[in-house]
T-cell receptor
Framework: DVKVTQSSRYLVKRTGEKVFLECVQD?????MFWYRQDPGLGLRLIYF???????EKGDIPEGYSVSREKKERFSLILESASTNQTSMYLC?????????????FGPGTRLTVT | QKEVEQDPGPLSVPEGAIVSLNCTYS??????FMWYRQYSRKGPELLMY????GNKEDGRFTAQVDKSSKYISLFIRDSQPSDSATYLC??????????FGGGTRLMVKP
């Protein structure tokens, strides 16, 4: 059974804190993604990684950074959390270009910044 | 204007009804069209996937793509309470990066 896991289901942080969200996949996928999901706005891509140590900005990278030191693990970092980063964060993985276009999602982390 | 538009609903139907969910898009480069289903407090999961125009059927679900109108649909026959979820359309121009609609919340009442 394929699996994408995220380190926390719920997280509450204070404004200005540095926040780490972790994602691990067990499918040996090359591609990994971080999205945020907000009501009415759907899923918006923050960052994308197609290989270890490689990353590409998505539609809304401002205020975020990422790290991919191992193939199975993709971390999202909020350098200085702000209230407008309160959201549901979803991690996904997929096979490389030319393979299936299916993205497999984790259960999400609901982050609240106060 | 968003690249992919989807009515947020909620759409409430009785059990057994035929459900029609739709998305419109503006980017003619999109070639791959997907429907994801997302249950409450879960991540999205792929339901249907089609390439270019045409229909695809899988059990009670039919996905339809009309590239000339930039319009895609998902039909659910004999809807069940277990179909209650948010349905997200997603599109890809073969770059392996998906563009999602905002999702339609569906409620099927017993």
């Amino acid at each position: 059974d394929v699996k994408v896991t995220q380190s926390s289901r719920y997280l509450v942080k204070r404004t200005g804190e540095k926040v780490f969200l972790e994602c691990v996949q067990d499918m040996d996928h090359e591609n990994m993604f971080w999205y945020r999901q907000d009501p009415g706005l759907g899923l918006r891509l923050i960052y994308f990684s197609y290989d270890v140590k490689m990353k590409e900005k998505g539609d809304i990278p401002e205020g975020y950074s990422v790290s991919r030191e191992k193939k199975e693990r993709f971390s999202l970092i909020l350098e200085s959390a702000s209230t407008n980063q309160t959201s549901m964060y979803l991690c996904a993985s997929s096979p490389p270009l030319g393979g299936s276009y299916e993205q497999y999602f984790g259960p999400g982390t609901r982050l609240t910044v106060t | 204007q968003k690249e992919v538009e989807q009515d947020p609903g909620p759409l409430s139907v009785p059990e057994g009804a035929i459900v029609s969910l739709n998305c419109t898009y503006s980017n003619s480069a999109f070639q791959y069209f997907m429907w994801y289903r997302q249950y409450s407090r879960k991540g999205p999961e792929l339901l249907m996937y089609t390439y270019s125009s045409g229909n695809k059927e899988d059990g009670r679900f039919t996905a339809q793509v009309d590239k000339s109108s930039k319009y895609i649909s998902l039909f659910i026959r004999d809807s069940q309470p277990s179909d209650s979820a948010t349905y997200l359309c997603a599109m890809d121009n073969a770059g392996n990066m998906l563009t999602f609609g905002g999702g339609t919340r569906l409620m099927v009442k017993p």
